[in-house]
């Protein structure tokens, strides 16, 4: 898209007010950032990226830089900002970068940043939240130009700050901040002799709208009953002709542009279907409006890498579509946190946290992005219940022993909101580790901790977790609840699946001391190695490739555990059996009051309620586990060609009784699994990090005592277990224990 | 109801074979157990009742003797015992009370515990849940007599252990349960000279209906289209004649017997006014379930109390007609677990766990018995998240702050299940601090902790919380979410009202350092009290005498806090404004993106969104609060007559933030409170407990790091404030300091 005259000659103007960037020609300028799928890396060294956010439009001026060198202190090496739209155009089309008291300096704050040596990672919005009025957006945007609002399934607008990303309108706007914000950011990346090492497009995209318990449905923006109108466009792309979305959806439509929006709920095949096509519908304009700011900031001549954050741990699958439009200069990562309000399911770093954690870290490996959380708890958003210093050096401990490679502190510190700006609270710090007087609090210590243990082990910026099985996922079954809200005629749901891998499945894994890291069913990548055996939780839906993987994949040696359910459809729900027929197995719900199985010896497992039996057993297959009470077989064990096996439960469960760890560590043993580490406690989760021939071992302790735990491991530089001893992890506390 | 001839001589018939009660006469006799409002009494003596869950049918009899006097060296002094119908009736009408290596062993496991000097709290069901098949019933009942299951609304059973509680058949096959263990139980009463001190009717009543989300609607039960069923003589008694149910209900029923059961949901008056007559109809069944069992004990001769316990904090509401028909030899209490499996909110004793219990105490007490926890965590049903001894006592403790006066491990100890009919596990022992094989773990330390302290202060017994505010609560409105389900055409439902109640109000006046006690807006004992202010937590509807309470209060010189809405209607929906007539106010809900307020000059007080701004502001009202942006009227304060003062605001929040301690303290001050405890931490609660001199201050910090606390108190039997230095509170930890 071509910037028109007018704005280029406003933009031009605006940059000559600010600064003249040949003046600056001799700035000493900062080793280049760069990244791949292991590391971030500075001037081509790994290394981790420790920044703290740092707002300009709050922090007081004259303490910019005391507190970027009590970042530096604290080992940090960036800081990030938001560049609030509302604050920068307060009036449409008047842009202010100077005045008020130095809260718009925002050039003379990246230039003290370059100062200190300190990154940029410039979050320009539109969306910045940051518990700004409007989320950031400009008053009179919503106020002005109502039409750009979010609409729910009925066309009416759902939440007062929720926009259309793509109502042409809203774009008009945005586009135009961008060619104000955008040069200024430009003259100041590390490129140009600048700090800006990154550039982050909107904020959480998506959260605006399913937080709120809706897609976006405004009809002007997603083009309902217009022929070129991007639904009739996206269905026609996916359908051909209505044909066959009537017979997809079971529909009588007879035009696409017939087809109105519906709430998803549906629980028959074509309902689900159809709420499947609108989620990954609205999820593309998600990512074309993601790519359209891209296009804009390249536009401007930004020439960072661009970024983007994830809301929450889940939230990363509604961004794939994003990641294949924004392509190889982009990094996504995730916020991580545990404590909101007292409403919050947890607000201590508890182990369901970290669990979440280690598959957000894991599926952003997966992506081939270094796992970055860029909102890591440096603070909260509410005093009570208040943020814990221990608590948080737990939390940030926890990520890196599970993959962190760089973090952001939200906030590092904060000050007083641009007047009339504040959502909240007229000061805001939420309650950050260096307080909106200045003052250093507690958590400033954890950072600080924090930072020393990266500084003392620079070489873990490059380190891999040590694992001695994978366990394949669907980074799309993640938004399965966005659409599959009941499970329906299928026997379990992508949602429910879902659920299992993280409560069940992993959950007892890192209580059996077993070492899983995640693999991508989608791609090829994994079927190679044969080394390690590769844990399956299917679904009653696998998309077709995937089956067809798993089944080569047991072809050519490969072993499986493979649970609960034998997919019976594609991951368009239609019938797709590839690998229940190459398994020669057929399965049927199992109901039984006492849901209690033993397998593979191990007694009295509990499962939630949901067992499949199997009714027709595989040619030479061996029943491994069956109902206590009816004794049905519901777990069975096949060999296949070439030396492979697959092993079959048909359980899900929620983690809850030693059992479940047995069993799932008796399963594996039986797929030859070779453990990395063996920790004594169940209660104590390991994770050992190898470089070359270096190691470390993170005990986690996420509990209110202190845990003992005979630990030994075997690095891979290593040809023998390594006996660790007896260790006792205090109370919520990740140790890190040295290895060899 | 009489005992028909053929089962007495059954019974008679059978308490020959076991025993000749004639034979014990020569039995040292224990002290009797009662109870008052305040405390338990043994022998007259004020005394906790510390006691612990001990199964005689998974206990091996061998062990029986030291394990006992395991729990007499923490302090016990009494078990609590199952008796479930299932174990003992394995085959319709045979009865087992011996055999099996020991399990049946009731009468000798009574004498034992008589021999070891324990009360036995018996607890014969017919439900006792207890991790067994059929939640302890019998197989044969649900299986043959499937009739006897409750229905949901549409007329379809909704869980398989279900029942009716009121359906004659299973009311004819409970009967004769009682029939034969009744007798033994009673042979065994401490007024017979044996261990029984207590008898619990069922188990958690209401529960194995609400947790499945239904009412009970099972036709037969109900009499739904028979003149003479409950339904229609309920709603006959309740309107008189169908026209007047019509009113009500905004219906055209030709007749009560026309009438069909619908699930809650609807949120217009009639429709709300039907789902709450449903709810009260439902719970008179319950009501009258639970006094047909105590009626049945009386028959057999067990003289002793009855208690229940609700299935948690908020479930007593649900036995307010159960109460009533009970009487005066009967004590409420209920069940406090903080640690479930891992899909539970909170899996340690966190702040919202303990402002919960805080909540059921006061309840308790409000009802006349003296506040007992009768399922207090002795471990937990998951192996994990773990249990930690640590987070055990200091929930005991919490609940010991906040006024328990008796507690029941559940479970003490534990050991295998019967055969075949442990629905978790062959070995149930719950992680409890004595293992399945009678192993010593961590947790037993924690409750011989405990019991030391109560041996320490035995006056404790009798303490009250001193308090400087009252709280008047409705206690009915804490079931309002079983029928209240959205908020429809009122400003403030009462579900709204009692969840703002917990995460509001209460919590925001324990962070300000504000010692609250409840008082009940149904009754006339708080309003003669008018040194401490009342605050009256409203919702659109409040019962037309309770508003003329307050009314009266605040005429005769009381000081109140209303607060956040002025009711609209009394506790039938139906309109009364008797309060907003008396203050001459009126309010509308005020609509505003940024909802910060400042009242009585403190500022940046967020609401949750909810808040009301006064349109007629009373005659001589002085405003004290507004919107910060719009400047809207949301609090103002009126003299009252004699002295009285009525300060209102117009809004609810979440606590989240030190402005909203700081609003409930200044709020509360202009109203004359006279704090009896000053705490510099808003993280550390507390509470003084006084009997006669003595006080204990006890500081609760549920949190993971110490924290320090400069507190000073102001027992009732000092004029002067006392203090109590800078105190640190370990983490997770609630320290007694002692005063004086």
């Known amino acids: 898209m071509a910037i028109n005259r007018r704005d280029f000659a406003k933009t031009a103007m605006l940059g000559a007010i600010i600064h003249d960037a040949a003046a600056w020609s001799d700035r000493p300028t900062m080793a280049p950032v760069s990244f791949d799928r292991h590391c971030w890396r500075i001037g081509g060294q790994a290394a981790f990226l420790v920044s703290g956010e740092f707002h300009y439009f709050r922090v007081p001026k004259a303490d910019w830089k005391r507190r970027m060198s009590l970042l530096k202190e604290a080992g940090g090496n960036a800081i990030a900002t938001y560049v609030p739209w509302g604050l920068h155009e307060p009036t449409e089309g008047q842009f202010v970068f100077s005045g008020q008291g130095g809260i718009l300096d ?178 593309g304009t998600v990512a074309e409006y993601a790519a359209t700011l891209a296009g804009w900031l390249r536009q401007m001549g930004v020439s960072t890498p661009i970024v983007h954050n994830a809301g929450g741990p889940s939230m990363k699958a509604n961004y794939l579509e994003m990641c294949r439009a924004l392509g190889a200069n982009f990094v996504l990562g995730s916020d991580h946190y545990y404590n909101g309000d007292q409403t919050w399911p947890q607000n201590a770093p508890t182990p369901q946290f970290a669990l979440n954690a280690f598959v957000s870290l894991e599926q952003l490996r997966l992506f081939g992005y270094p796992p970055t959380v860029f909102e890591i708890p440096g603070g909260s958003p509410s005093d009570w219940p208040p943020i814990v210093a221990s608590d948080a050096l737990a939390c940030y401990r926890a990520n890196l022993a599970f993959g962190m490679k760089g973090s952001n502190y939200y906030v590092f510190t904060g000050g007083p909101n641009p007047p009339r700006m504040g959502q909240t609270t007229d000061i805001y710090d939420f309650c950050a580790g260096i307080g909106a007087q200045g003052e250093i609090r507690p958590l400033y210590a954890a950072e600080k901790e924090f930072g020393k243990a990266l500084e003392s082990n620079p070489w873990l910026a490059e380190a891999e977790r040590e694992f001695d099985c994978r366990v394949a996922v669907d980074p799309e079954q993640a938004r399965a609840n966005l659409y599959w809200k009941s499970r329906g005629e ?124 199997t009714v027709r057993m595989p040619q030479g297959a061996e029943a491994v586990g069956s109902d206590e009470f009816t004794q049905a077989t519901l777990a069975w064990r096949l060999a296949t060609p070439a030396g492979g096996q697959v092993l079959f439960l048909g359980m899900s469960w929620i983690h809850a009784m030693r059992q479940h760890g047995r069993m799932v560590r008796a399963a594996l043993g039986r797929l030859g699994l070779e453990e990395k580490v063996s920790c004594s406690n169940p209660n104590v989760w390991t994770s050992l990090r190898t470089s070359g021939p270096k190691s470390l071992l993170f005990a986690i302790n996420l509990f209110n005592a202190p845990l003992e735990a005979e630990i030994q491991c075997r690095p891979s530089w290593s040809d023998h277990a390594i006996a660790l001893g007896k260790r006792t992890i205090p109370a919520m506390t990740v140790s890190e224990i040295e290895v060899g």
Chains 1, 2 share one sequence.
């Open 106 to 283: 925002l050039e003379e704050f990246l230039e003290t940043a370059r100062e200190a040596g300190l990154y940029v990672i410039a979050r320009p919005g539109p969306y910045v939240y940051s518990e700004l009025n409007y989320d950031g957006l400009p008053a009179w945007l919503t106020q002005n130009y109502p039409q750009v609002l979010a609409h729910d399934a009925d066309g009416k607008p759902f939440h007062a700050t929720s926009v259309s990303y793509v109502h042409p309108l809203f774009l008009e706007k945005a586009r135009r901040w961008y060619e104000h914000a955008g040069p200024i950011l430009a003259r100041h990346t590390v490129s140009k002799g600048g700090a800006i090492a990154l550039t982050q497009v909107d904020n959480e995209l998506s959260g605006i709208h399913v937080w709120y318990d809706s897609l976006d449905y405004n009809a002007e923006a997603m083009g309902y009953g217009r022929a070129e109108g991007r639904y009739p466009r996206y269905l026609r792309q996916r359908y051909g002709d209505i044909a066959g979305l009537n017979s997809a959806w079971n529909t009588k439509f007879v035009s696409f542009e017939a087809i109105q929006p519906v709430r998803p709920g549906a629980s028959d095949v074509g309902g689900l279907r159809r709420a499947k096509d609108n989620l990954d519908f609205y999820l």
């Open 490 to 613: 299928f026997e379990f749901s992508s949602a429910e699946s879902d659920e299992f891998l993280h409560k069940g499945v992993l959950t007892s894994a890192l209580c059996a001391s077993v070492s899983p890291v995640l693999c991508d069913i989608r791609s090829d990548e994994w079927t190679a190695d044969r080394r390690t055996p590769v844990v399956v939780v299917a679904s009653s839906a696998m998309r077709r490739e995937a089956q067809q993987r798993v089944v080569s994949f047991l072809h050519s040696g490969g072993k499986v555990l493979l649970l609960p359910v034998l997919p019976a459809t594609d991951e368009n729900l239609r019938p797709c059996t590839i690998l229940a027929d190459y398994l020669g197995a057929a399965i049927e719900h199992h109901k039984n009051e006492v849901p209690r199985t033993t397998i593979l010896g191990v007694e009295n497992i509990l499962s939630n309620g949901r067992q499949w039996r």
